[in-house]
Each structure stands twice: as C-alpha cells, then as structure tokens.
C-alpha cells in the first residue's frame, strides 16, 4: 500500500529539518500504531480526525534533530510553528511527551512552564502510541511501565498506565492486541 499524500509531505519535513533516518523510522513506526489505535477508535463510535493522527504522529519527534531530552517536544513546536504547520498538529508535538507534563512537573523537569497533557483524542492517541514503540520496536504497555519505574519516573508510568486504559476503553480493546 503506498503511502498517503500527507504521509509523503511529512516525512519530506522530516528530512528537510534534518532528524536522522532513525527518528524518522520511528515517527513512521510510531504512525502505524497510531493509525491502527485511530481505526479502532472509529470503529468503536468515537469522532476523531484519522488524518491529523497521521500528521501528528510523523511529526511528533521533529524536534529530535535539535535535542533528544524532553526538551525536543519544546524544540518541536518552535520548528513547527516557523514552517507553518497546522496548530492542531503543534499541539500533537507539545503534548506528545512523558505520558502527560503538568505544569507543576514540568518546571521540576526543566521545561518552560506549560501544560503537556494531551486533552483531545488525536493527541492522546499518538501520546500513547510513542509510548507504545521503542525506537522502532512495538512493545506492551507493562514494558514501557518497567522502563519509566526503572527509571524511578514513577508519575510517568501512572500516567501511561491510565492513558492506556482510557484508549483501550474509547477502542474498545486492549491496546496490546492491535
């Protein structure tokens, strides 16, 4: 199946800004997940647009040519915002990291004080299908819990957990099944 004309443009935006070839195969691993999360969803009765996920979903780590911390989502949305791209999809890239920042957090964590929890459906699909890929590997939301409480980001892996649940219940399924 070929891909999509907003998949094309994305990923030349990708390219153009200069993230690596591995950012981008994830953004595009990180897409599959998201699509398929979006389809259940549809499927299930929720209204949601499939095509800003797409977007969303490739764009999601832009920011990543500039830094790899949580930082890259800040860098993101100052890349995204000078090209012009769509505010909704800005959004998708700012709320995009750690499950859901609060504002408290997030000064804690170093980053511009600003809520990053994803509100509408379309930023807490593709927020949750990134923690569902690492790097390029689909992994269970008991893997990515593991890795934040190794970590001792304890609230992070709350989050994830509840974010899973949320969108397993909106699809209808387990979000480890699809």
Known sequence: ???????????????KTGCSGIVIEHCKTVEKVAKRIAEKAIENGQKLDKELVIRGSLLHDIGRHKTDGLMH?????????ELGIDERVIKIIEKHIGGGIDKEEALRLGLPENDYVPKTLEEKIV?????????????TVDEEIESLEKKREFEAARRVKKLHEELSRACGIDLDYI
Not at 1 to 15: H, P, Q, R, V
Not at 73 to 79: F, I, M, S, T, Y
Request: glycine share 6%; net charge negative.
């Open 1 to 15: 199946m070929g891909m999509t004309e907003a998949e094309d443009e994305c990923i030349a935006i990708l390219k």
């Open 73 to 81: 989502a800040v860098e993101g949305v100052k890349v995204a915002k």
């Open 127 to 139: 927020c949750h299908a990134d923690n569902l890929i690492a790097t390029t590997r689909r992994q």
